[in-house]
């Protein structure tokens, strides 16, 4: 171990959303910074999550679009798929961002090493394997989560996460995925759409725990209605290798034959072998690292951001609690982050929007609670003659009129709620959508348009 120890203003671990942001936004108030990454710069969302699998998104949903043409008058319409290809492109585009990610790392002045990091002390952190020292007057630990595959049942050295699903090497004919998070989901409509058999195996009664219940049942007959085989109520209890092929035993005392067996079953915070005990970093209730609302973990000095304090796992929470954080700290403007009304998207086939409460949370934290909702075949499924339709939801608060939650599930759904979450956010009313002018022809304009509620939820019937 050498003694020559550097010295910085801002040391941050690791290089995802939240560590890249936070390093770039302090660089930029004056503070020396290095951040290290021991994988690859730009983290899960860039390198393995959001931005791979929305390309595989794209990719997969050309089979609908190819089946779908033919009812607006196009024929031949039966391409052939190179799973290799689209690999191949996937990852020059993600080399691409990468390297755009370093760029602006370096135009910033932040120092990057390709190491691990781990903390010494409060002050100190180490680098692996070369043992160097670097003081640091503040350290940011952004390490995100990493795939579980859950308990050690037989074959589970079969069994891959997202991280491998992205970089197979073939397309697999049949794949298992378990799970119920929107990782699982968006996966298995991957798959379906690339042409894969796909079963979807999760323990719970529904997917998406968490979601409102009409988006649950809504995604799980349109995931049906593409093929895909929802099982749910079991767990795969063995994985039985045959050659290249692969049996998963079921709890309920099924057998699925399958080519890949994926888990998406949970992304527990990186907090291992970082040498939290060390300097004494309490852990929450969650598993995530305990900190303050600006971030500030328990040993002053020490902050922390993203999915490792396990709070809001999304890649736009991590950008804005990270750059709090240096605002905070380096920009002299105390920032908290606002969790409320966070709008977020599920890339499955069809897409999911949701933002605000569900109904059951509505009804919950409110009691008297109006729901508007509509489910119809949208225009374009009129000439393709494809069995679906779209949802739209409303959840309101009778006493104040306020929209409390949106929900949808339809082409779209992603693009829309991103929109709608201002309204909701900025505490719209259900006169407020009323009142705007639809735009037509949209599924969208269905939001401005339901005068009457499908159900009036009242904590206590009239006397
Ligand atoms: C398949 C998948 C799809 C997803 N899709 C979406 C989506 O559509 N939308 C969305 O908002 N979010 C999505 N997410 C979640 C999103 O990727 C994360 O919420 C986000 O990346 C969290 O950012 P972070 O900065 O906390 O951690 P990360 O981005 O995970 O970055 C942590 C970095 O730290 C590095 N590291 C860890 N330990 C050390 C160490 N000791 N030393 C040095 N480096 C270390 C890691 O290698 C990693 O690069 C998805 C995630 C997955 C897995």
Not at 162 to 191: K, W
Not at 317 to 325: N, T
Not at 363 to 383: C, H, N, Q, W
Not at 395 to 421: K, N, P, T, Y
Request: net charge neutral; charged share 20%.
């Amino acid at each position: 171990m050498t003694t020559t120890e550097r010295r910085v203003d801002l040391f941050v671990i690791g290089a995802g959303s939240g560590g890249v942001r936070a390093a770039r936004i302090a660089a930029g108030y004056g503070a020396r910074v290095m951040v290290a990454e021991e994988y690859r710069v730009g983290g899960t969302c860039v390198i393995r999550g959001c931005v791979p699998k929305k390309l595989l998104v794209y990719a997969a949903r050309f089979r609908e679009a190819f089946e779908d043409a033919v009812g607006f008058g196009w024929s031949d319409t039966a391409p052939t798929f190179d799973w290799a290809s689209l690999i191949a492109s996937k990852d020059r585009e993600i080399g691409r961002l990468e390297a755009a990610y370093k760029a602006t790392l370096g135009k910033a002045g932040v120092e990057i090493v390709e190491s691990r990091a781990v903390l010494h002390d409060a002050k100190t952190v180490r680098l692996e394997p070369s043992g160097e020292l670097i003081r640091a007057e503040h350290i940011l630990i952004a390490t995100g989560a990493t795939p579980s595959l859950g308990p050690s049942i037989p074959g589970i050295e079969h069994v891959i996460s997202s991280n491998e699903a992205l970089a197979l090497d073939h397309l697999p004919a049949r794949v298992l995925v378990q799970g119920g998070s929107y990782i699982a989901v968006e996966f298995a409509s991957i798959f379906a759409g690339l042409g894969s058999q796909v079963s979807l195996v999760y323990r719970g009664e529904n997917i998406l725990r968490g979601f409102d219940d009409d988006v649950r049942q809504q995604l799980r007959m349109e995931l049906e209605k593409r093929g895909i085989k929802v099982i749910t109520g079991a767990t795969v209890t063995a994985v039985e290798p045959h050659g290249k092929h692969y049996t998963a035993h079921l709890s309920c005392d099924m057998q699925v034959a399958a080519d890949a067996v994926m888990f998406a079953i949970g992304r527990p915070p990186n907090v291992r072998g970082l040498g939290l005990e060390t300097v004494g970093i309490k852990i929450a209730p969650n598993g995530g690292i305990a900190v303050d609302e600006y971030s500030q973990t328990s040993v002053p000095g020490i902050w922390a951001v993203g999915d490792v304090t396990n709070r809001v796992n999304l890649t736009p929470v991590a950008i804005r609690e990270g750059h709090a954080f240096a605002d905070t700290v380096f920009g002299g403007k105390p920032t908290k982050v606002d969790y409320r009304c966070v709008p977020t998207a599920v890339f499955s086939e069809p897409e999911v929007g949701t933002v605000g409460l569900s109904e059951a949370q509505a009804i919950a934290e409110f009691g008297d609670v109006d729901v508007y909702k509509t489910s119809f075949r949208p225009m374009k499924a009129t000439l393709s003659g494809r069995d679906t339709t779209v949802l739209l939801k409303l959840v309101v608060d009778a006493a104040s009129q306020r929209v409390l939650g949106c929900h949808i599930v339809g082409e779209g759904a992603g693009e829309m709620i991103q929109l709608v979450g201002i309204a909701v956010r900025m505490g719209a009313t259900k006169a407020d959508f009323d009142a705007t002018m639809a735009v037509h022809p949209t599924a969208a304009e269905e939001l401005v348009t339901m005068r009457q509620p499908t159900l009036r939820h009242r904590r206590k019937a009239a006397e």
